[in-house]
Nanobody
Framework: QVQLVEFGGGLVQAGGSLRLSCAASGSIFSINVMRWYRQAPGKQRELVAG??????NYADSVKGRFTISRDNAKNTVYLQMNMLKPEDTAVYYCYALRGATVYWGQGTQVTVSS
């Protein structure tokens, strides 16, 4: 089992920054993919960013503004979010793939005011 706990959500004004953290614990070896997803009210959950063996990918809507990184020593993945927009408001979820098993965090709310 893998447990994921997110930190760092909150309320920020448009143009501001936040950094989300996702700490992994439990059977963390062989976690080969970690991602951030988000879900806004009334919308489907969408992929924001992912990191696999150092390779990163981003949704078009966040390219150039968000950066995903991973600290293997701390078993933590980060999402640095800059130039935030009101449309970035959502619950952000951490995702981990270990073998064929998917794990989710509980989510952290990010609210961007205009």
């Amino acid at each position: 089992q893998v447990q994921l706990v997110e930190f760092g959500g909150g309320l920020v004004q448009a143009g501001g920054s936040l950094r989300l953290s996702c700490a992994a614990s439990g059977s963390i070896f062989s976690i080969n993919v970690m991602r951030w997803y988000r879900q806004a009210p009334g919308k489907q959950r969408e992929l924001v960013a992912g990191i696999t063996s150092g390779t990163t990918n981003y949704a078009d809507s966040v390219k150039g503004r968000f950066t995903i990184s991973r600290d293997n020593a701390k078993n933590t993945v980060y999402l640095q979010m800059n130039m935030l927009k009101p449309e970035d408001t959502a619950v952000y979820y951490c995702y981990a793939l270990r073998g064929a098993t998917v794990y989710w965090g509980q989510g952290t709310q990010v609210t961007v005011s205009s």
